[in-house]
């Protein structure tokens, strides 16, 4: 699994990133680069970096590690992922640029005129920042341990530190660079392997990703257990036990393993040979022969409609109150612009989603053991040496694909970094959200906006906080709790943006009151998930996929508590729509 190339491949992508960041570096010197990049970016280079900073590790790593596990019932994913951008396009992109504001706080005050709305908004953006954040930097602790043997904690740290230093000291203007630089690096460490990898199922015989019984082991193969585990073996085979304990016995060489459960002690070893079923892990929830290919499984149907309805909605909606995805359209020049901008991502957004379906698919073919081990995310790592050998190819195409990955951690990671350092250092440092702060005259901020110094210094904070819960924290599933970062998106800044670019009734009362509502209780649905109990039933699917009822409770608080407050409207609520929704060539937009 190990490749020389790797490392050098990895400390490459990193080296590069500095050095990019530091030519960016010597662009940026007023808050407004930090910020916005001065508003300069063309529609081409932004959506270039949007791709770089919103394919994730959840994208990269999860996607794949979804399709082995689940088959074709988390094609959504990877779908509501792309398709989002369309929402974002038709209902916020253009408007949102055309507000003047910097931020999703500054987007509160200039449309509601509240410094308590502001302050709420600014706790979720850096909420969703941190929540999407640790995934990014488990995947890199991942990555290292999985290609070169590495400690876990290294990769969360290297990555933390490398994406910390680019953003302090460049912000978006440096940033913007790499995360373009970064999404072609991406697309070509997947596409370019898969393209070797389907040559090489085509000359094998194309061999079934579905057999009755479930996925095979199609070579001898070496499991290491890393925790205890029960099995449940449906055709009597013969294993080798190397190491550790098998049904409590310690003894070494073949075993049979017969029909029924069996009980593996952590850190065993067992070689399974060839032709032989891959076990059932207990709590594994993973879908075996036909159950792959077909949607919504045979058991608890309706509960599984539920969850891939609220999936859908949460990764559709959830795009547009993304803090990450949404700043990078202050960048654009007008809201014409940005509209451009939309169009070119949702395009290289979908050729990308192409690839980690296709990993999925194949690692049922060659790298059955994941779904044993539970190390399902690591199916891109693994996959062209598990498939083409340990040969040179093998290496270089593994080197390639390690690259890639850090790559996804890197540019998420700077996004959402500049995001949460971006309100910290203009809400909370800079003693920013004072009534007028967030619409200046001129176009650039205005002394209530704090100065650089105060951006490199939330940027640190905001950097070292989620480092210390990746470092303390490595089992998390990587695209779960992405997808729950969309989730309290969609059920906090979604129907905040959607109301308050389209309909004039909007009040910070009610605002406030759905974010609190929907928001609320999608972040409460995460940490039961992250911290609480195993749940089962619909228990389970409520508090897994929440936003099915948190959007919609959102929507209708909203609604309800602006009707029953209508007279806290703002007195010139006229004036900004007119500016949100005016063309470009009448520039009445703040820039």
Not at 251 to 279: I, M
Not at 329 to 356: C, H, S
Not at 420 to 433: K, P, R
Not at 549 to 562: E, G, H, I, K, L
Request: hydrophobic letters at 50%; one cysteine or more; charged letters at 10%.
């Amino acid at each position: 699994m190990n490749s020389p190339y790797t490392l050098p491949a990895i400390v490459a992508v990193t080296l590069v990133t500095v050095m990019i960041g530091v030519y960016g570096l010597r662009l940026a010197r007023t808050t407004s680069d930090f910020l916005v990049a001065s508003r300069m970016v063309s529609p081409t280079w932004n959506a270039a970096a949007i791709g770089g900073e919103y394919l994730s590790a959840a994208s990269f790593l999860g996607v794949a590690g979804l399709v082995l596990k689940h088959g074709v019932d988390v094609l959504w994913y990877p779908v509501g992922f792309a398709s989002g951008y369309l929402a974002l396009l038709l209902f916020v992109a253009a408007p949102l640029r055309r507000s003047g504001a910097f931020t999703l706080p500054d987007f509160c005050e200039a449309r509601l005129r509240s410094q308590p709305l502001r302050k709420l908004a600014t706790a979720f953006v850096v909420f969703i920042g941190w929540l999407y954040l640790v995934p990014q930097l488990q995947g890199a602790g991942l990555t290292l341990s999985t290609v070169a043997g590495g400690p876990y904690e290294l990769g969360a740290l290297l990555v933390g530190a490398v994406v910390t230093a680019n953003v302090a000291l460049g912000g978006m203007r440096s940033i913007t660079f790499v995360q373009a630089f970064q999404y072609w690096l991406k697309l070509t460490a997947l596409a370019v392997p898969m393209i070797f990898l389907l040559l090489h199922w085509q000359a094998a015989g194309q061999p079934a990703v579905t057999p009755p019984d479930g996925p095979l082991f199609r070579t001898q193969t070496t499991v290491e257990v890393e925790q205890s585990a029960t099995i449940t073996v449906t055709t009597p085979s013969t294993v080798e036990v190397r190491s550790g304990a098998l049904d409590g016995d310690s003894a070494t060489g073949p075993r049979l393993l017969a029909t029924g459960e069996h009980t593996v002690d952590g850190g065993s070893e067992l070689v399974f040979p060839a032709g032989t079923q891959v076990p059932e892990v207990a709590g594994a929830d993973i879908d075996r022969g036909a159950d792959w290919l077909l949607p919504s499984g045979t058991e608890n149907d309706d509960q599984g409609l539920f969850a891939t309805y609220s999936l859908i909605l949460a990764t559709f909606l959830g795009t547009m109150g993304l803090p990450h995805v949404l700043v990078r359209f202050y960048t654009n020049p007008d809201g014409a612009a940005a509209r451009r901008t939309t169009l070119v991502v949702l395009g290289l957004v979908g050729l990308f989603y192409l690839f980690p379906t296709l990993y999925g698919v194949l690692g049922r073919v060659y790298t059955p053991q994941l779904l044993m081990t539970g190390r399902t995310d690591a199916v891109v790592l693994v996959l062209p040496s598990a498939a083409l050998g340990n040969g040179l190819l093998g290496q270089l195409l593994a080197a390639l694909v390690a690259a890639g990955a850090f790559a996804a951690f890197l540019s998420t990671s700077s996004g959402l970094l500049t995001s949460v350092a971006g309100v910290l250092s203009t809400d909370v440092l800079g003693q920013a959200g004072r009534a007028g702060a967030a619409v200046g005259a001129t176009g650039q901020p205005s002394p209530h906006w704090g100065s650089v110094r105060d951006f490199r210094i939330a940027a640190v904070i905001a950097g070292a906080v989620p480092v210390v819960f990746a470092v303390n924290v490595s089992g998390l599933d990587v695209s779960q709790v992405v997808g729950l970062a969309f989730a309290v998106a969609a059920s906090s800044f979604c129907p905040l943006l959607v109301l308050g670019i389209w309909w004039r009734g909007l009040t910070d009362v009610g605002a406030a009151a759905g974010i609190l509502a929907g928001g609320g209780a999608a972040a409460g649905a995460v940490l039961l998930t992250v911290l609480g109990p195993r749940l089962d039933g619909w228990a389970a699917a409520l508090v897994g996929q929440p936003a099915a009822w948190t959007v919609p409770m959102a929507f209708v608080v909203m609604v309800t508590v602006s009707l029953a407050t209508r007279r806290r409207a703002p007195a010139d609520v006229g004036t900004t729509m007119l500016r949100l929704h005016a063309p470009d060539l009448l520039r009445l937009q703040t820039r």
